[in-house]
């Protein structure tokens, strides 16, 4: 155990004070903040200005029902502008309402192409429009309609609550655990393709260089390839701590130096939100609040932490079984990787594809078995799992992890001091089942 805590304590330490670890532990954070509050930024300021829509040809029922805004658009029914000359107007653009009657396809001109957003608001307040005057049609006065707009400018809002078999009831928001599910699900996906490759290329390394032969005569094949899995566990666990310490500091020093003039044009663009605008947004947010307040944090942090180490632990003995049987060809490691990485993709699209159904029969499957349960349950956590699908899958998965273990321990002892033989994965389980 000391040879172990020796080797894991140097592959931690060298790669700890390596500047390519250094650099993308405090560079990653500042991108990732800068690219989050440069793309808020970007959408703010560049939303569409105020522009000035001359209507022509008005068939008669769009005039006293198609309404602008003072934020984004301003309709003006006019006669004497045409596709030629509402710029020298000072028109942004022209809309006419003679074209199909029928079909309600109408041409907008306009010097520049208008935007997606200010063409679906112009689509929609057409829609508007048409429906109003299509409700009068019918003997509904318009200030009836009116009275009936402001009356159903709040949305309405359905809380779901789960209800146990023992009568407690709990508030879950499906939209936070789909992000607090794929979010760490792609995490886990992310971080064993990044480490495991890692072992798989500090034992080639290793192995190229002969420094294996110089370590095997010291300590046992075992005992090198647990301390550096355990050692690139360690790198990965600190380069995490550091990443979310980071995140949380730089993102409220960003948040303080944010300008006060931006703030305020969030604002006005929330107040000319439809269904309810500013008091809407503002309830809006001060639900999703009290949701994370009720999400059991703990819960899916320990979850996150052991599926993240049962997951890296499972599959980098494997990596480093690979790596052990490489010589100097990359191409080797791309053949002989397929296997593995095969299951941690399919992983990632079972995920993807019904992280909407986690108690689907393919989920619960996947989080079982080991291969697939990293990512599957750590999808399924934040929606509410029972206790005994979670026991069943931990347990599988340390299983996993000591099956692997002992097979890449097998492989890794030949592979390591073999050289100039091209290994397939035939021989390698030739290797890792015979008795001696």
Same mark, same amino acid.
């Given at each position: 155990?000391?040879?172990?805590?020796?080797?894991?304590?140097? %592959?931690?330490?060298?790669?700890?004070?390596?500047?390519?670890?250094?650099?993308?532990?405090?560079?990653?954070?500042?991108?990732?903040?800068?690219?989050?509050?440069?793309?808020?930024?970007?959408?703010?300021?560049?939303? /569409?200005?105020?522009?000035?829509?001359?209507?022509?040809? =008005?068939?008669?029922?769009?005039?006293?029902?198609?309404?602008?805004?003072?934020?984004?658009?301003?309709?003006?029914?006019?006669?004497?502008? =045409?596709?030629?000359?509402?710029?020298?107007?000072?028109?942004?653009?022209?809309?006419?309402?003679?074209?199909?009657?029928?079909?309600?396809?109408?041409?907008?001109?306009?010097?520049?192409?208008?935007?997606?957003?200010?063409?679906?608001?112009?689509?929609?307040?057409?829609?508007?429009?048409?429906?109003?005057?299509?409700?009068?049609?019918?003997?509904?006065?318009? %200030?009836?309609? =009116?009275?009936?707009?402001?009356?159903?400018?709040?949305?309405?809002?359905?809380?779901?609550?789960?209800?146990?078999?023992?009568?407690?009831?709990?508030?879950?928001?499906?939209?936070?655990?789909?992000?607090?599910?794929?979010?760490?699900?792609?995490?886990?996906?992310?971080?064993?393709?990044?480490?495991?490759?890692?072992?798989?290329?500090?034992?080639?390394?290793?192995?190229?260089?002969?420094?294996?032969?110089?370590?095997?005569?010291?300590?046992?094949?075992?005992?090198?390839?647990?301390?550096?899995?355990?050692?690139?566990?360690?790198?990965?666990?600190?380069?995490?701590?550091?990443?979310?310490?980071?995140?949380?500091?730089?993102?409220?020093?960003?948040?303080?130096?944010?300008?006060? %003039?931006?703030?305020?044009?969030?604002?006005?663009?929330?107040?000319?939100?439809?269904?309810?605008?500013?008091?809407?947004?503002?309830?809006?947010?001060?639900?999703?609040?009290?949701?994370?307040?009720?999400?059991?944090?703990?819960?899916?942090?320990?979850?996150?932490?052991?599926?993240?180490?049962?997951?890296?632990?499972?599959?980098?003995?494997? @990596?480093?079984?690979?790596?052990?049987?490489?010589? %100097?060809?990359?191409? /080797?490691?791309?053949?002989?990787?397929?296997?593995?990485?095969?299951?941690?993709?399919?992983?990632?699209?079972?995920?993807?594809?019904?992280?909407?159904?986690?108690?689907?029969?393919?989920?619960?499957?996947?989080? *079982?078995?080991? @291969?697939?349960?990293?990512?599957?349950?750590?999808?399924?956590?934040?929606?509410?799992?029972?206790?005994?699908?979670?026991?069943?899958? *931990?347990?599988?998965?340390?299983?996993?992890?000591?099956?692997?273990?002992?097979?890449?321990?097998?492989?890794?002892?030949?592979?390591?001091?073999?050289?100039?033989?091209?290994?397939?994965?035939? /021989? *390698?389980?030739?290797?890792?089942?015979?008795?001696?």
């Amino acid at each position: 155990m000391n040879k172990i805590w020796l080797i894991l304590k140097r %592959e931690y330490l060298t790669r700890v004070r390596n500047k390519t670890f250094l650099l993308s532990t405090f560079l990653l954070p500042v991108v990732m903040l800068l690219f989050i509050f440069g793309s808020a930024f970007f959408a703010i300021s560049s939303k /569409e200005k105020l522009k000035k829509v001359a209507v022509t040809n =008005d068939p008669g029922i769009f005039r006293a029902n198609l309404k602008g805004d003072s934020v984004s658009l301003i309709f003006d029914f006019t006669t004497n502008v =045409d596709s030629t000359s509402f710029s020298a107007k000072g028109y942004d653009a022209v809309l006419n309402l003679n074209n199909d009657s029928v079909t309600r396809k109408f041409t907008i001109h306009s010097k520049k192409q208008l935007g997606i957003d200010a063409q679906g608001l112009i689509e929609s307040r057409l829609d508007r429009a048409f429906e109003i005057n299509q409700l009068q049609k019918k003997g509904i006065r318009k %200030e009836t309609l =009116d009275s009936i707009s402001k009356q159903s400018t709040g949305a309405f809002t359905i809380y779901n609550r789960l209800t146990s078999e023992k009568g407690k009831s709990q508030e879950v928001n499906a939209q936070l655990n789909y992000g607090i599910g794929f979010a760490s699900g792609i995490l886990i996906y992310i971080t064993m393709f990044i480490f495991g490759a890692m072992v798989m290329r500090g034992v080639m390394e290793e192995k190229t260089n002969r420094i294996a032969e110089v370590i095997v005569s010291s300590v046992k094949p075992f005992q090198l390839m647990m301390g550096k899995i355990l050692g690139i566990a360690a790198v990965g666990l600190t380069q995490f701590f550091l990443w979310i310490v980071l995140i949380l500091v730089l993102s409220t020093v960003i948040s303080a130096f944010i300008p006060h %003039e931006l703030v305020q044009q969030a604002g006005e663009m929330n107040k000319n939100m439809p269904m309810g605008g500013n008091n809407a947004l503002a309830l809006k947010l001060m639900d999703v609040k009290q949701t994370i307040s009720h999400v059991n944090w703990i819960q899916i942090i320990s979850c996150f932490i052991f599926y993240f180490l049962g997951g890296y632990l499972f599959y980098a003995s494997l @990596f480093a079984a690979i790596g052990s049987v490489i010589n %100097e060809d990359p191409q /080797e490691a791309q053949s002989l990787m397929l296997p593995i990485t095969m299951p941690i993709i399919f992983a990632f699209i079972i995920m993807a594809s019904n992280l909407n159904t986690p108690d689907s029969t393919v989920m619960v499957w996947a989080s *079982m078995i080991p @291969f697939t349960s990293p990512i599957v349950m750590m999808a399924r956590i934040p929606s509410g799992i029972p206790w005994q699908q979670l026991v069943v899958s *931990m347990a599988l998965l340390i299983a996993g992890f000591l099956f692997t273990t002992w097979l890449a321990a097998k492989i890794y002892r030949t592979g390591i001091l073999m050289y100039g033989k091209k290994a397939s994965w035939k /021989e *390698m389980f030739k290797w890792a089942f015979r008795k001696s």
